[in-house]
């Protein structure tokens, strides 16, 4: 009689979670599932988004695309973008945890400091910072009679420093929030043990806060290294892939592809190739420091 109704509840329980989550996974499904096949299926074609007729040409666009000097150069900037924007953003966030957490005076200012810039939206910061480099730091210049060149938009050697910068001062925060809850975490008998054992401030980082720290820097490399390669909505506000095609990424070229050039085929052959990257780029970051983090 108990099993009956322990099974009884349990199927009532299966079913009550199934309700939960079926709405998330219907919107999932509907909004990037659906769409992900259909990019797959029109990226075989050569249709233009318009008309009825979808010519199948095979593998042609995805052979088109490695001949294609446009989009090469937009992975080159999307590939230099991301690795430089993995590593600063890492870094800057790592150590402005450590010193949250070293116990400086008014913690909780400077947390919602660093946090709030990521609750804007990127469309927003491009252009707030788009007019620091054109009007308000040149102001700031000319009154200072000082010579520092702050138009880093305008300039192709110049943009991505400018980019960057404006990309690490809405992400720094929120990366910084997950290491500072990751140092929490630390047993502070570590950083006991390790006294003891005579280790000074540089030693107890590299061997005690960095092993502990792996998970949490799974989480962010793989978070940081994906969302750069998907840049997209800062360029639209800031430099519209420009000066020239000098910050134009895979996912602005894709979209003046398919929507402005009308070769909807095309465009979907290069977001499939993005999706593949992305995939590719997970599984190897994640399969890698996993293994780290066991060894730890």
Known sequence: MKKR????????????YLILVLPGFIIFTIGLIVPLF?????SVTSWDGMSAEKVFVGFQNYIDLFH????????WFTIKFTVANTIIQNVVALLFAVALDSGIKAQKFYRAAFFIPCLISAVIVGFVWLKLFSNVLPAINDWLGTNFNFLLF??????????????????????MLIYLAGLQSVPAELYEAARVDGAGPVKRFFNVTIPMLAPAITICVVGITTGSLKVYDLLVSSTKGGPGRASTSVIYQTYATAINGRQYGYGSAMTVTLVLMLLLVALIQVKSLKKKEVQA
């Open 38 to 42: 259909l990019s797959i299926r029109y």
């Open 68 to 75: 294609d000097k446009n989009f090469l150069d937009s992975w």
């Open 154 to 175: 305008g300039d192709p050697k110049t943009v991505l420093s400018g980019l960057l910068i404006a990309n690490n001062w809405q992400w720094i925060g929120y990366w």
């Open 5 to 16: 109704m322990t099974s009884g509840m349990e199927r009532k329980m299966s079913r009550q």
